[in-house]
């Protein structure tokens, strides 16, 4: 059962959606709790306008800060797409640039970083533009995006969305040819597209340990457009999301009271509570076991640190693009990628170190992706 302050939080959020309208009777709620909630769940900008004075004051600082960074983010991610635009690549705005239309203002889904995708990804060319914009980046390092950062904006450049099945790269690699071209080299996603990458990307996080209110409006609000279903159910179908779309989404509407609240969506909200819009480190590597292995920790351990090490050829391809002409320099590719791991030791060994996971948390974690419709 959920306790009165987390009720207290999903009453904000939905009376920040329009769900209800009612003024709610909460004076036993903690208020440290309940400002560690909306914190801990990525929704600040939804609900602050909503807080009684004391917990507004609390949070007055934190709020004007994540207003600046959002205000910041949208500046930047205007002059991002406009040079990489002119400078020919193709650009997609991803995630939160897409799912802030649905609020009832933009300005209420806030936002960790800027996605984008990019095509063609040529990152050292995409590296001296960034340079050029004033951002900083290290070696290209990741399979799927890589980081650079200007104060407080943080952006991940994307070659890909996903790395999954055959069948969820096929997906996206149609991406593409639904995007609606907005002006010279600037695309937009379709809204299905918006909607199936929403799950995708969920369903990522989701092995990884983490969930957050913030995803479960998300996810609210894009069941509120018109849209293709059936193109959608199809390829949910295809890429086996059909019965962990459908648990979401039914979270989603419990969590707005649409239906009841069932023993599994307490489950999964009581892990969004605990640990959040990112997840924890305990939280992911829990995740990482419990997804290698349903048998025991022990083996999912041993198979986590081998993935983690030697990535399936598919993500070597992303990560080093040589591959996909040269294949039979894969060996090569191992040693590359095993010395960047050793240059930067001290930050992966402690993605690495699964001694802080405990039998307790493997078997949450079970239970955990059991609600939630993975087997």
């Known amino acids: 059962m959920l306790t009165e302050d987390q009720s207290f939080v999903l009453y904000l959020l939905k009376k920040s959606l329009g769900v209800v309208s009612n003024e709610a009777d909460f004076e036993g709620v903690s208020a440290k709790a309940v400002e560690k909630a909306i914190m801990h769940s990525g929704i600040i900008l939804t609900v602050f306008d909503l807080l009684p004075q004391n917990m507004k004051k609390d949070l007055e600082e934190t709020y004007f800060k994540t207003v600046k960074q959002s205000v910041l983010q949208s500046y930047e991610g205007e002059r991002i797409l406009n040079a990489l635009s002119s400078a020919g690549y193709g650009c997609m705005p991803l995630k939160g640039w897409e799912l802030c239309k649905l609020y009832p203002r933009s300005v209420m889904r806030q936002m960790a970083d800027l996605d984008i995708l990019v095509m063609p990804y040529e990152f050292d060319k995409i590296?001296?533009?960034m340079q050029d914009l004033g951002y900083s980046s290290g070696d290209e390092t990741s399979w799927m995006h890589d980081d650079f950062r200007y104060n407080e904006v943080t952006v991940e450049m994307h070659k890909r969305l996903t790395d999954d099945s055959k069948e969820i790269r096929a997906w996206e690699e149609s991406v593409w040819d639904r995007a609606e071209k907005k002006e010279n080299n600037i695309y937009t996603m379709s809204a299905e597209d918006v909607y199936i990458f929403h799950y995708v990307h969920l369903y990522k996080d989701f092995k990884n340990g983490s969930l957050g209110l913030r995803r479960i409006a998300d996810g609210w609000?894009?069941?509120?457009?018109?849209?293709?279903?059936?193109?959608?159910?199809?390829?949910?179908?295809?890429?086996?999301?059909?019965?962990?779309?459908?648990?979401?989404?039914?979270?989603?509407?419990?969590?707005m009271g649409e239906i009841p609240l069932e023993p599994d969506h307490e489950i999964l909200l009581n892990h969004a509570f605990e640990h959040g819009i990112n997840g924890s480190d305990r939280s992911y590597k829990a995740g990482r076991i419990a997804s290698m292995s349903d048998k025991s920790m022990k083996r999912g351990k041993l198979r986590s640190f081998i993935a983690a090490v030697f990535l399936p050829f598919s993500r070597m391809k992303a990560q080093f693009p040589v591959l996909n002409k040269w294949p039979v320099l894969l060996p090569f590719c191992w040693l590359k990628r095993i010395f960047s791991l050793m240059r930067y030791a001290k930050e992966n060994a402690s993605k690495l170190d699964y001694r802080n996971v405990q039998q307790k948390d493997y078997d949450e974690m079970k239970e955990f992706f059991r609600a939630g419709g993975i087997s």
């Not at 609000?221 to 193109?231: G, H």
């Open 221 to 255: 609000l894009l069941d509120k457009q018109e849209l293709d279903t059936q193109f959608i159910n199809e390829v949910f179908e295809k890429t086996g999301l059909t019965v962990f779309h459908k648990k979401m989404a039914d979270l989603s509407r419990a969590c």
């Open 127 to 129: 590296k001296k533009i």
